[in-house]
């Protein structure tokens, strides 16, 4: 999606996976993950928090099932959603066995963590059988005592030293259908055990800054952390770990994602912070945009800039733009053109109108481009069968 050299972002290969219908890994496009907070055994809390979830854009959910009365309640969940569901295991290799005979797409579970032999031999074999892949998820607060012995304390080195532990485990069963996470709170720990492992493996990566904070610092943290790894090209998921709202993760996730054309959805916002210069009131302007215009997913772009300092220059990059003037007329922008000035009284519900109409021209010339290549795919079809057909009864 990048337009310019400088902004081309070389991704990591890595081999591909699947997560019930959502692929993670190689070409495919970073996924936004996040994870609930009812209690799983409550089937009816837990989906509801998972369509807020869906309606922010989230692509896989992961849900904690700590007890066989959250395992019993996957199934319900797994059937009411649209997104696939991991299961969050962490000791009990009996509660993985539930959750892939429930319908959950992807087992979190550490096999290092899960006991005997057999044991481990008994997961991997449900997770084959149901078709679920597996995320194994190290973090620095809860590592190997071996480990923590050898090193003296959680490192980096630690870190992927374990994940590459756990990873043996399932290659010795020939299980491949897995990515691995090695998150630590500390965000510079957390992305030099993401370098190193993308270094030494070429799994897909579940990439997050784990107990990040609360929405303001956590999302600072997150963004310093994932941002660095991302810009890499490390990263085929992502999950920003918030004390907020799932729903919350997830449009931090695509903010970050946008900023970084990696992946685009929905209105994508430039504004200004606002000065004395402002012709009209930018903040408010723009948190009542950004409410009113959540729902859409189609990509565009909108610029709300206060003033001709900098509005007509941001105009020329996005696809709608308004530019604060005097006496309460503001320009508005098509397509980064001067198109038509517009009155504060009616700004916001006129803005919306205008973003609402260029999602409309994007998806009919999306469509229209479909049909086209359709159209040629099928007629480059009927030439192939002609010849084929034309060589077949010159050769009789
Ligand atoms: S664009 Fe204008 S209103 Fe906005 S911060 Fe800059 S000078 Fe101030």
């Known amino acids: 999606m990048s337009y310019r050299p400088y902004q081309q972002i070389e991704r990591r290969r890595s081999r591909q996976i699947s997560v019930g219908r959502v692929k993670v890994g190689g070409d495919a496009p970073i996924t936004i993950q996040t994870m609930t907070n009812t209690l799983t055994s409550d089937a009816a809390a837990t989906i509801a928090q998972i369509r807020r979830a869906e309606l922010a854009g989230v692509d896989i959910v992961r849900v904690s099932c700590p007890d066989v009365e959250s395992t019993a309640a996957l199934a319900e969940i797994v059937r009411e959603v649209n997104v696939p569901i991991v299961a969050d295991i962490h000791f009990h290799y009996k509660r993985a066995i539930e959750a892939a005979q429930a319908g959950a797409a992807c087992l979190r579970i550490n096999p290092g963590n899960i006991g005997s032999a057999e044991r481990v031999r008994e997961v991997v074999t449900a997770a084959r059988e149901h078709g679920c892949s597996i995320r194994i998820g190290v973090n620095a607060g809860s590592l190997e005592r071996h480990l923590l012995e050898k090193y003296g304390e959680p490192n980096p080195e630690a870190l992927v030293e374990s994940a590459l532990e756990h ?134 772009t909108l610029s709300i800039i206060g003033c001709v300092v900098n509005g007509p220059g941001e105009a020329l990059m996005t696809d709608v733009g308004l530019t604060g003037g005097g006496n309460n007329r503001h320009m508005v922008y098509s397509a980064g053109r001067q198109d038509h000035t517009i009155d504060g009284g009616s700004m916001v519900d006129h803005i919306v109108a205008q973003v609402e109409a260029k999602v409309a021209a994007i998806q009919a010339e999306e469509t229209a481009k479909k049909a086209l290549a359709e159209g040629m795919a099928s007629v480059t079809e009927d030439v192939a069968k002609r010849a084929m057909a034309e060589g077949m009864a010159a050769a009789e």
């Open 167 to 300: 990873a043996k485990i399932l290659q010795d069963h020939d299980f491949h259908e897995f990515k691995i996470s090695v998150k630590a709170s500390d965000v510079f720990m957390a992305v030099a055990a993401y370098q190193q492992l993308a270094e030494q493996c070429d799994h897909p990566l579940h990439i997050g800054i784990t107990e990040a904070g609360g929405r303001r610092a956590g999302t600072v943290k997150s963004a310093i952390g994932l941002g660095n790894l991302l810009w890499a090209g490390i990263g085929d998921t992502v999950r920003v770990s918030l004390s907020a709202e799932p729903e919350e993760e997830v449009h931090v996730g695509w903010d970050m994602l946008k900023t970084l054309g990696v992946r685009n959805r929905g209105v994508k916002i430039i504004s200004c912070p606002s000065c004395a210069r402002q012709g009209f009131n930018v903040i408010a302007t723009v948190q009542q945009l950004e409410e009113r215009l959540a729902y859409i997913e189609t990509p565009v």
